[in-house]
């Protein structure tokens, strides 16, 4: 059964059978109540939409992560060989689980599917929308907003001046000072020479976590060196060459990484000049991602508590699409200092 053979069982075009499955205005009632009739009779769902035409409230958020990397290509497992997006999309289909949701994932690792992206929300086949993994100030999810979807955007800036932004929900780790914090905690060891390995410059969190690190070396009238700050991607790879390029021209005393996956990178890096952590280097990552307890040295870390970020962005996105309203937020979810193995005090200054 599709829609060609409603049509005919409906008498009517396969174009009004469209319409009326996207609810379009210009069809007479009759002829809707007739195509809705052969819809129910024949069970025909083509759309989540053809559910709420016959009255059932679309119970379905799209997750949608944005990865344009074509280095992490690794067969389709992006999500699974990324425990940031991992953590997160397993958060958020058990929260919404547990709302009586389901939750559609799609992966958009090239632009072309930003087209399927649009649709899902324009042909009603979801009720709102989490991004997650997206540049800032993304243009296509800046159009779905403007068109008045339901969106909520992890990692995104606000801007007291953009109104685009105040018509969704955002929400955001604590990154500034999660990056103080650990920057702070290594100048509390007595390190003075901190490099930084950082994040995509496109993405806010790597943003907020340079601004960080800078203000505690500031705070604490140590010099900002640009030479020890060394821009990655966020991916191990990337924090490999990062810290392979950083130490080939100089030895820092501490590094704090961007997140925990290119704080690996980093630590197979140093193991192959001969250094050790944290006799000679000492590292901080951030995320807290599952394996970095079970490091070779348990890698001292700021924690992301992902269960809390998907909870607040579904629970958001359930609360607008229930009760049908329209309100923007901006939640920030505090971040932990989680001090391990990998960090080393030094014994007078450097």
């Given at each position: 059964m599709n829609s060609n053979d409603i049509a005919k069982l409906a008498g009517v075009?396969?174009?009004?059978?469209?319409?009326?499955?996207?609810?379009?205005?210009?069809?007479?009632?009759?002829?809707?109540?007739?195509?809705?009739?052969?819809?129910?009779?024949y069970n025909y769902v083509p759309h989540a939409s053809a559910r709420m035409l016959a009255g059932a409230q679309n119970r379905i958020i799209g997750l949608f992560i944005i990865d344009m990397r074509?280095?992490?290509?690794?067969?389709?497992?992006?999500?699974?060989?990324?425990?940031?997006?991992?953590?997160?999309?397993?958060?958020?289909?058990?929260?919404?689980?547990?709302?009586?949701?389901?939750?559609?994932?799609?992966?958009?690792?090239?632009?072309?599917?930003?087209?399927?992206?649009?649709?899902t929300f324009y042909d009603n086949t979801i009720a709102a929308g989490i991004f997650i993994g997206q540049n800032n100030d993304d243009p296509i999810i800046r159009e779905i907003i403007s068109a008045g979807y339901k969106v909520a955007l992890v990692d995104q800036s606000v801007k007291s001046d953009e109104s685009i932004y105040n018509k969704c929900i955002i929400v955001n780790a604590d990154n500034y000072s999660g990056a103080y914090r650990a920057t702070k905690y290594l100048i509390d060891l007595n390190h003075k020479s901190i490099a930084h390995i950082t994040g995509e410059k496109e993405k806010i969190s790597s943003v907020e976590r340079v601004k960080g690190y800078k203000q505690a070396l500031i705070d604490a009238n140590i010099p900002i060196v640009n030479s020890l700050i060394v821009k990655s991607d966020f991916t191990e790879q990337g924090g490999y060459i990062a810290a392979k390029k950083l130490l080939a021209k100089t030895q820092p005393s501490a590094?704090?990484?961007s997140n925990d996956n290119m704080a690996i990178g980093a630590l197979k890096a140093i193991d192959e000049i001969g250094l050790k952590v944290p006799e000679d280097i000492s590292i901080v990552g951030f995320d807290d991602i599952e394996v970095a307890k079970y490091l070779t040295v348990p890698l001292t870390t700021i924690k992301i508590t992902f269960a809390e970020m998907a909870a607040v962005a579904v629970k958001a996105i359930v609360n607008l699409t229930e009760n049908n309203i329209n309100f923007s937020a901006n939640y920030i979810v505090p971040v932990e200092l989680i001090k391990r193995k990998s960090?080393?005090?030094?014994?007078?200054?450097?």
């Open positions: 075009s396969r174009s009004t059978v469209s319409r009326v499955i996207n609810n379009y205005p210009n069809v007479p009632d009759e002829t809707r109540q007739k195509v809705l009739k052969v819809i129910e009779e074509p280095e992490i290509d690794d067969k389709g497992k992006r999500i699974t060989a990324c425990q940031y997006f991992l953590e997160f999309t397993s958060s958020v289909v058990e929260t919404a689980s547990i709302l009586g949701y389901k939750v559609l994932v799609f992966l958009v690792n090239k632009p072309s599917l930003y087209k399927e992206v649009k649709e590094i704090f990484v960090c080393i005090e030094l014994k007078g200054s450097i």
